[in-house]
């Protein structure tokens, strides 16, 4: 018997030493780069079609899909092993200056840019600080991913610190098993990107991490063929095509056979002298923060005459040239800081990482709180807007007869009015006024709709002095009585834009002013 099992013992050795080797590491590099390209090229083609109306390279959705799953995967793996062989504050300390020093940078960037060229920037702390705290503003636009990152790294660090990684692989399962059920029971959490955090972990998003966490222990067993690589990324493709195309949890399992694959096939592959895909795996978080914000300032750059293809390539040169000078910074910067964390006292780092963990919790209970609320409210608001019927949104006229016949028809208390309807840069610009009179502390609910097409209910929160004044209300003057949006579409020729007031008590009223653009860009 003996002789039957020392071999596979040692077939398993060799398959986990092979995942260790220089290749294998260049490997992941690799793919780390590939991934990094992959999102990349998704939101270039996202962004020039929903900038330019043009459409280059349809039916690359599954690029950015497959991009992030790949990266989450790679991130299991490599956590896997750390946390097992790390001090739990150290490894917590790590993640904390792999993740944040670079994200700043570029977030200080991007906010001197938005300042330099005097356009607004709603700054919000919360969701600068990466902690899941449900719907709010991201200068960067991929930060949803960093959510789940900062999320999973807070949660390996509480099993290391109560021991428990003995039993990390059964509680994987256990993980991945409650997101197949999710996956199934609320297909809606599949597109769901900024939970609260008590949603977080049940999310299809975390699939590639879960399935990443295992790879270490499935190269010991010797579980994974050699051929695991390309029979997933062939059920990769294959997938695409089908209802279950995207997928977040089956686009999970593949990228982390993907990964395991490439870990499986014992590369032993020579380092040349030059390396641009090791270097784009190098810049790959880099790339990852920065490329949303080049891509924007390229399309505001480049003439509009530009040919869609040209300007593809031309964007994600931007973005490469852009990732290698914050990558190179990147990768020095966690160097110095990894020195840093690897020699400071263990009563520093024990107040630093507790001081972020304080922190961490803090904002996902307001976050939870929050995202209960407005959950609430916009369940209210549906109630009124589900009476409503759609073709009636047309049209200011149909829809205040229809809010008649619905009884749903305001008393004179909600008052307001639509100020300006425009198109500025390809988007539809729509701001006004809105508030109760009877009583100015409630915060009634703004729907704006074109052509018959909901773009957004919001609540009513800017400060409009000049509006209270021209009311003779000034004790207004610092209240939220102001909505306004920016919305990216087509122009209608003679379409309405039509703005239904509503009051959560269960009336609503549809507001006067600008409707109609006179004639479209």
Same mark, same amino acid.
């Given at each position: ?193 900024? %939970?609260? /955090?008590? $949603?977080?972990?049940?999310? =299809?998003?975390? *699939?590639?991490? +879960? @399935?990443? !966490? &295992?790879? %270490?222990? /499935?190269? $010991?067993?010797?579980?994974? =063929?050699?051929? *695991?690589?390309? +029979? @997933?990324? !062939? &059920? ?286």
């Amino acid at each position: 018997m003996e002789q039957n099992v020392l071999p596979a013992v040692d077939r398993a050795h060799s398959i986990q030493r092979a995942a260790s080797r220089p290749g294998a590491l260049l490997s992941i590099q690799y793919l780390r780069a590939l991934a990094a390209l992959m999102v990349t090229a998704y939101h270039v083609s996202h962004f020039i079609s929903e900038y330019r109306g043009a459409k280059p390279f349809l039916g690359w959705d599954a690029l950015g899909l497959y991009g992030v799953s790949i990266f989450f995967a790679i991130s299991g793996y490599l956590m896997a092993t750390l946390v097992r062989r790390t001090d739990p504050w150290v490894f917590m300390a790590h993640r904390l200056v792999r993740i944040y020093p670079t994200f700043l940078i570029v977030f200080a960037i991007c906010v001197t840019l938005a300042i330099a060229a005097g356009e607004p920037f709603p700054f919000d702390p919360i969701g600068a600080s990466l902690v899941p705290a449900g719907e709010r503003f991201y200068a960067l636009r991929v930060e949803w991913t960093l959510l789940f990152e900062v999320t999973f790294y807070v949660a390996l660090f509480a099993v290391s610190l109560a021991g428990w990684t003995r039993w990390l692989e059964r509680g994987v399962l256990t993980w991945l098993t409650l997101l197949l059920a999710c996956s199934v029971v609320f297909p809606g959490w599949n597109h769901e990107a900024t %939970p609260p /955090a008590y $949603r977080l972990p049940l999310l =299809p998003a975390c *699939t590639g991490f +879960a @399935a990443g !966490l &295992l790879i %270490p222990a /499935a190269l $010991r067993m010797g579980s994974i =063929p050699r051929w *695991t690589f390309a +029979a @997933a990324l !062939l &059920l990769a493709l294959v997938s695409v095509g089908l209802p279950i195309g995207d997928s977040r949890f089956v686009s999970g399992i593949l990228a982390a056979l993907m990964v395991a694959g490439i870990l499986r096939s014992e590369p032993r592959v020579a380092r040349p002298a030059l390396d641009p895909l090791k270097k784009v795996g190098d810049w790959s978080y880099a790339l990852y923060l920065c490329h949303v914000p080049i891509i924007l300032v390229a399309l505001r750059l480049a003439p509009l005459q530009m040919n869609p293809v040209l300007l593809w390539f031309c964007t994600i040169a931007a973005c490469l040239a852009a990732s290698a000078l914050i990558g190179t910074l990147d990768v020095r910067l966690y160097r110095v800081s990894k020195q840093m964390v690897d020699r400071a006292g263990s009563g520093p780092l024990h107040r630093l990482v507790a001081g972020y963990l304080a922190l961490f919790t803090a904002i996902g209970v307001y976050g939870a709180v929050d995202t209960a609320l407005r959950e609430r409210r916009s369940g209210q608001e549906r109630a009124i807007l589900s009476r409503i019927p759609a073709d009636a949104l047309r049209r200011r006229e149909t829809a205040r007869i229809a809010l008649e016949a619905a009884g749903l028809l305001a008393p004179p208390y909600l008052r307001g009015e639509v100020t300006e309807v425009a198109w500025l840069d390809g988007a539809l610009i729509v701001r006004g006024w809105l508030f109760d009179e009877a009583d100015t502390q409630r915060r009634p609910s703004a729907a704006i709709f074109y052509n018959g097409v909901e773009l957004k209910v919001t609540q009513v929160s800017r400060k409009r002095p000049a509006i209270a004044a021209l009311l003779g209300r000034p004790d207004l003057a610092k209240a939220g009585l102001g909505f306004g949006i920016a919305h990216r579409m087509a122009c209608v020729p003679g379409a309405e834009v039509v703005v239904v007031g509503l009051d959560l008590a269960g009336v609503a009223a549809v507001l006067p002013g600008k409707a109609i653009i006179d004639e479209c860009p």
